[in-house]
């Protein structure tokens, strides 16, 4: 790529003078040359060696995949494929000297990823034998280029590590991929790379020089320079005091929008990340980029620190469910080649969840826990509906393409609200009075093959509850959000709901609806909340703005900042302990009587195509007023359904 | 987090036959090589207009200098907060061919030429169709942000932590391209100091 500095000539050459501009204007240093010069392998070593001995949370090497690409002591022997663990048994090399790299890269539009070198049955053999560099697709020379720099001898790449045509080899290591990841020396990441065949050590940008004369100070004459670093697509630009070189660079990249890159980014300890502009260390307390610039990163732009919490036990059984459903919130969203991989391009990552929670791969239903699904609030998640009615209905109807059940967040491409019942809109806990209002609730899922993490090929949810139908509901746009709805029927104002699917905003007839209750809570408790809040649709981004829509937060490189402020508190908090704040004012007996009227929350089904099963199409909130509340319910009988 | 929308739109730009927008102080501004040049520089090969609208105005913006804790001079703006976007300049093109950045690059500009590279490589044009053309409103514009805190080369050490209004700074000049049809979209450039320094 050609560099366009042609205007440098027109501008002064004096180094003084860019530095003099430099200071006056604030602006940040240039990279230091080129990303594996002596200097920079100078200071990521350091960097990582600080990391390693006063950050370390999981020790690199105390997980080692079943296969490595080993690149050889001295960089002179050619790398080949080894089978770790028969390699330590034969003394080929020390168990405890196995530190090894991970790459995370995309592979790239389909014709590309299919031309890279991959390891299949018919090649295992040979790769074990050698890996001739040359075969290499550009982003696998780069990473071993880094590996030699670093002095890493051992990489793990997922195309080659994975026999790619055995099925069982495949599933039984993509359910590895969480730990693979979580235990590297350190990952390499490729966001300037937008494929395989496209390297990430010279992002060849186009800079140029821009002149600088003050008219404050009129001695500060010099240049500047612009460099060109990505499009940015969409209304939600950052914040310029969110534009940090690691944040653009991010940004920018179809990397950090790729679904099976997600587990990869979020369980990496250290991660060397090469952008468009510069590489950047990031760990789980510092970001440093190629300029020098160090930044704090968020506590949860790795992981990391989010398992430790989990693994020390001072969450909530619901906090548990804000974690995962945080970290499922913002997978859901990103691109998947192929939609089928939904439930095993993350299942390295709930895996590594169950483990760190001490909860059994059984309890994981597509996508969702049991015991958050068994306490209500695992099934009030809601979204911003893209399709229509129909469109949606046919979609549940297509058995071939089943991907998870339509109780599942899974079951759609597209970022999510997880309904949290005791949170405030800071995320902080509250004290209310809340009650299921089901009696039963059996939860199954049939696994489509070994990993218990991974695909299913069904999924039911078999409930005892109060169910009631409406012929006919008028939803109607109250809110400056254009996706929650007030619901009425015969004039009677009954709920607010956000549906699954496009709702218009001037009132619309929704007939086969039915409302399930499924938590209650005292009433006047609910303002407040979190939850409400969602379903009222109020939304500081659109004050004032009928017109736009709401857009769930779903910004994928920052965790949301409930989760942030949540973890932060459990980690910085002695005991555990916290002075809840009590927003239900009423009298503990108050909740124990059935018949007193309370605010519900629930979720809207629709019926399926089969007798006595429905579809989840939607969840409400209805308060206790004249005609809405517990009383919609309170005569109808228990009945047992499947949701499917 | 709030989105930040930049305070250029195209309502604030009349869409001129003569193509890029005027701005008053650049028309008589003295470049770093001493010349004096005018908005019809295009013509004669030199700097053209959106060329003079990138020479970033401290004055006009409304900036002043102050002495930092070091001594140096520095750039401030009131109030200090960082998180400012400066409008730069619009005009409107038409895409694929970008006539009017084109005519200036034609005339000599090496900006017009780097800006409708960077369009172009994008791949905004590979949206249309064959033989479809669109009209796009393009603005510029820099944004003031909060810099890093410090900057080291050793491993985790604080060589210098600065006072808050002291961590601002000229951070990136965003190009924004809007159609009427299509989604938002912006090209992103880092501003830095020049290579080599």
Known sequence: ?644 | MTPHHPSVTSNQFLKAETGLPKLNFLQTYTTAMGQTVSAQATKSGALCATCHSLLFDDKGNGGFAERSVKGDLQLFFNPPEAGRAFPVTGWYDTLPDLPVLERSTLGGCQICRFLKRAILDRGLHRQLSVGETTEIFISLFYEWGVRSPYQTTEPFTIPHFPEDNHHSGLCFLTMTLEASDRAFESIIFSVHSRDGT
């Open chain 1, 1 to 644: 790529m050609v560099r366009n500095h042609q205007a440098k000539g027109r501008v002064p050459q004096c180094s003084s003078c860019a530095e003099v501009v430099a200071s006056w204007l604030g602006i940040d240093e240039s990279t230091r040359g080129e990303p594996l010069s002596g200097q920079n392998v100078a200071l990521v070593e350091k960097h990582l060696q600080y990391c390693l001995a006063n950050h370390a949370v999981y020790r690199a090497g105390s997980f080692l995949p079943k296969r490595l690409i080993d690149l050889g002591r001295d960089g002179a022997t050619h790398p080949r494929l080894v089978l770790t663990h028969q390699e330590i048994e034969n003394q080929a090399f020390p168990a405890e000297t196995v530190l090894y790299a991970a790459l995370s890269y995309c592979w790239g539009p389909p014709a590309d990823a299919v031309t890279q070198l991959k390891t299949e049955v018919h090649t295992l053999d040979s790769r074990l034998q050698e890996i001739p560099e040359a075969e290499m697709s550009a982003v696998m020379r780069d990473a071993v280029a880094v590996c030699r720099a670093l002095k890493i001898r051992f990489l793990w790449i997922d195309s080659v590590c994975i026999v790619q045509d055995d099925r069982s080899d495949w599933e039984a290591e993509s359910q590895q991929m969480g730990s693979i990841y979580r235990h590297s020396l350190l990952t390499i990441c490729a966001p300037a790379s937008h494929s395989c065949h496209q390297g990430f050590l010279d992002s060849g940008n186009d800079k140029i020089d821009v002149p600088f004369q003050s008219r404050i100070e009129t001695s500060i004459v010099g240049s500047y320079t612009i460099e060109g670093q990505g499009l940015e697509s969409g209304m939600s630009m950052l914040h310029p005091n969110n534009r940090s070189p690691y944040n653009i660079d991010i940004r920018v990249s179809s990397w950090a929008t790729r679904g099976w890159v997600f587990q990869e980014r979020k369980l990496s300890p250290r991660k060397i990340v090469f952008g468009r502009s510069m590489f950047h260390l990031v760990c789980a307390h510092e970001c440093i980029s190629q300029n020098g610039l160090v930044l704090r990163s968020p506590v949860t732009e790795t992981l990391v620190r989010v398992f430790q919490a989990l693994e020390l036990g001072i969450f909530n059984d619901e906090e548990v469910h804000m974690a995962w459903a945080e970290i499922a919130s913002e997978y859901a969203g990103l691109t998947l080649g192929q939609p089928l991989d939904r439930l095993p391009a993350i299942s390295g990552l709930a895996k590594v969840f169950a483990e760190s929670v001490g909860l059994s791969e059984d309890l994981y239903v597509a996508g969702l826990w049991k015991p958050h699904l068994l306490k209500g609030y695992g099934l009030l998640w809601q979204r911003e509906a893209v399709c229509s009615r129909q469109e949606l209905l046919n979609q549940f109807r297509r058995a071939q393409n089943f991907i998870a059940p339509t109780w599942t967040w899974a079951n759609q491409a597209k970022s999510f609200k997880p309904g949290y019942l005791h949170y405030d809109l800071t995320g902080s806990p509250t004290r209310i009075h809340s009650r299921a209002e089901f009696r039963k609730m059996d939860i199954q899922t049939a696994r489509a093959g070994l990993n218990a993490f991974g695909s299913i090929t069904s999924g039911t949810i078999r409930m005892t509850g109060r169910l009631k139908t409406y012929a006919s509901l008028r939803m109607s746009n109250q809110y400056s959000s254009t996706h929650a709805r007030r619901v009425f029927e015969g004039g009677n104002r009954i709920a607010d709901c956000v549906l699954d699917w496009v709702v218009h905003r001037d009132g619309e007839e929704q007939g086969g609806l039915l409302l399930l209750p499924l938590l209650s809570t005292c009433p006047g408790a609910a303002p407040g909340l979190l939850i409400y809040d969602e379903l009222k649709g109020y939304d500081m981004l659109v004050q004032g703005d009928n017109d736009r829509q709401v857009v769930p937060s779903s910004d994928p490189y920052t965790f949301s900042a409930t989760m942030d402020i949540t973890v932060l508190r459990r980690i910085t908090t002695d005991s555990g302990q916290e002075d809840i704040e009590s927003i239900c004012r009423c009298s503990t007996a108050y909740a124990d009587q059935e018949q007193a009227d309370r605010d519900v929350f629930g979720i809207v089904l629709y019926p399926s195509d089969t007798s006595g099963q429905y579809w989840r199409v939607g969840v409400f909130f209805s308060e206790a007023l004249e005609t809405g509340g517990l009383a919609l319910f309170r005569d109808m009988p228990y009945q047992e359904f499947d949701i499917v």
